[in-house]
Every structure is written in C-alpha cells, then in structure tokens.
C-alpha cells in the first residue's frame, strides 16, 4: 500500500536521496581521496595498427544481452521528481547509443509505490539492458525474493543489481548495519529468482575472496565499484556536516582501488563477467580496464550534470568516452574489443 502525505513533502528516504544527489553534483566535495589505479598503465603505442578508425567494433554482449559499447550508465537516483527526469535523460540516451542501464536504489519505491514513477524509463528504452536495484542488507530486514521480484517487475528490467555498501551504512545516521549471513540470503535470491543477479560494491571495491563468495553464491556478474571515485563515506559525511555535526575523515582512504579490485577478481573468477567502476572518467580508462579484464564499464557521477540538462547533453557526453574508447583502440591496434583485451599494458612500479 502506498503510504499517504502531501505531495509536497519528501518521506525521510525520499530526503536521503535528494541530498545525496544535490551532494554528489559536486565532484570535488565528495571524491575518494586515493586514486583508481588505472593512471599506473599505458598501453603499448602501436605505431602500424593495421586498423581503419570507422571500422571499429564496440558490440558486446552483458549478460545476455547485445550492446552496442562496453557501457553501463551507473545506478544513481530516484524516489522524487528531479530524479525522474534524471533517470528518463539517461534512459533516452542509452536506447540511442545501445548501451546499458542501472538505476538508483528501489527501496523508497517499495516503502511507497507513489514514487515508482521516478524509476519507470522502459517506454523510453525499450530495448536496452535496464538493470534494478536494492541494497543487499535490507535482505537482513525484512526485503525476501518477493521484494526482489517487485523490483524487476517494477521497471521490467532484464536483471537485479544487489548492492553492497558496509562502509555507508555505518556511517549513515539512518543505516542497517547487520551484514550477518547475507551470503545466504543474496545465494537465495540467485537461486529462486527469475532474472541474472549481478552484485557491486558502492565505491570501496570488491575483493578477491568476496568475489569467489559472490560466485559460490550464484551471481551471473560482479561490479567491482573500486576507490577512486565517489566516495559515499564523503557524501554521508558531507550530509552530517549540513546537519552541523563533525564531518569525519578516519574512513577516507578506505578502500580497495578500482585497478586493483579489477585485477583481483578477474584472477579470482575468471569465468564471471565483470563491470569495472568507481572512478571511470574517459574512454582511456574503459579502454584500460577492458584490456584488465572488465567486460564492460560504469560511469555515474559525471552524468549527473548532463542529465539535469538533456537528454542530448547525455548523449554527447558519452559519444565523447564512446570516440575516445575509439582512439585507445586505433594506437593498439584492435579492431575490437576481442583484441582489445589482448592488448599490452605496462605498469608503472612507482606510483603517487
């Protein structure tokens, strides 16, 4: 049942996500203060790539589904009406430019179906990848596969993103922070649901050894969410700021590194198909990470911007990272993304 207010006012969740994305509009306030990792490769400059520019070939296919470039416009927002509109420009875009889509946490529209709106992009994108979205730990109070169901079905999404977000939830004021047996619960959800699961991280990265869990667990595909990009502890903590407590610094540079995540679970699940994100800023990065062993690439927080614009602003933006995808590819010399991830990296020992 949908709860009932007056339709001006926000339900806490509902202000939680408007000042999370008013936050998140400024890159430098909430930034992770370690870097991605990815600046610690080049690639191998081929000067004879034996390669035309206009032929190359970006097509992939994500868990089961063609795109048409190595792209998931990351999950961001939704529960209130500027979100609407966000989610809707970013959808538009992906259906013009073939790529993916996730969309923000859905718990506010489970709590009250009055917003469900916010998320709804498929009569805007019918043929795209359109992935749901709840936090995982709210397996642990009281959300069963029923909810994730309600999720799918409330978007018509090809699959569900569980995120995980351990760091955010004990600082957030508002946080469920009992992560225990949620291996379970997430095995369960894979298991009795009808749609692939995919699990990220929020930007603290994903390790080795929860990848292997994850995959024991039955996910279809992990999002690495590494450091380096938006910081969600900076967001929480910017958020305490405003409300005049003390903005801490203790957990900044928590995290594992977008590179190093990326490279730890590849080598731990090889056979599982991986998104690289948290700090994903050009095509040169997408270009790295794919010859890393990423399937495909996130970006979020950049597109916000745009997306308060037009959907056409989406649009260029990523023609942009699509064209610099591009390049990368020419100066190696891979006709496609096969052979971009057979490309050679070299890896700076001494970084910053």
Request: charged share 25%; hydrophobic share 45%.
């Amino acid at each position: 049942m949908a709860v009932k207010r007056d339709k001006n006012s926000l339900s806490p969740t509902q202000q939680r996500k408007k000042e999370h994305l008013e936050l998140c509009l400024d890159e430098s306030a909430v930034s992770a203060s370690a870097p991605t990792g990815l600046d610690r490769y080049s690639f191998v400059h081929n000067a004879l790539p034996e390669v035309d520019l206009d032929e190359i070939d970006l097509s992939v296919s994500f868990l089961g589904k063609p795109l048409k470039a190595p792209l998931l416009i990351s999950s961001m927002t939704g529960g209130f009406e500027v979100a609407r509109m966000v989610n809707r420009n970013l959808a538009v875009a992906a259906q013009r430019l073939g790529v993916a889509m996730g969309i923000g946490s859905q718990r506010v529209a489970i709590e009250d179906e009055s917003v469900a709106e916010s998320f709804k992009v498929r009569d805007l994108a019918p043929d795209i990848l359109l992935l749901a979205n709840l936090g995982a730990v709210q397996l642990n109070y009281g959300y069963t596969v029923e909810h994730c169901r309600k999720a799918v079905r409330m978007i018509q999404a090809d699959a569900l993103t569980l995120h995980l977000n351990a760091l955010q939830e004990a600082v957030q004021p508002e946080g469920n922070r009992n992560f225990k047996g949620l291996a379970a619960r997430i095995a369960e959800v894979c298991r009795r649901l009808e749609v692939p699961v995919l699990v990220k991280e929020v930007g603290n990265g994903i390790s080795a050894d929860v990848a292997r869990r994850l995959k024991q667990a039955g996910v279809r595909a992990i999002d690495v969410a590494g450091q380096g990009g938006t910081s969600w502890y900076a967001v929480e903590s910017k958020r305490a700021a405003q409300r005049g407590k003390k903005a801490s610094l203790t957990f900044a540079g928590w995290g594992i590194p977008t590179e190093e995540a990326l490279v730890q679970v590849r080598q731990a699940v090889p056979d599982l198909e991986l998104v690289a994100s948290g700090g994903i800023r050009s095509g040169l990065d997408i270009a790295k990470s794919i010859a890393l062993g990423a399937n495909i690439a996130a970006i979020g927080q950049p597109l916000l911007k745009p997306a308060l614009d037009s959907a056409e602003k989406v649009v260029e933006f990523l023609l942009e990272i699509i064209d610099e995808i591009k390049v990368a590819m020419l100066c190696v010399g891979a006709a496609n993304l096969t052979a971009l991830r057979q490309a050679p990296l070299v890896r700076r020992l001494e970084y910053p």
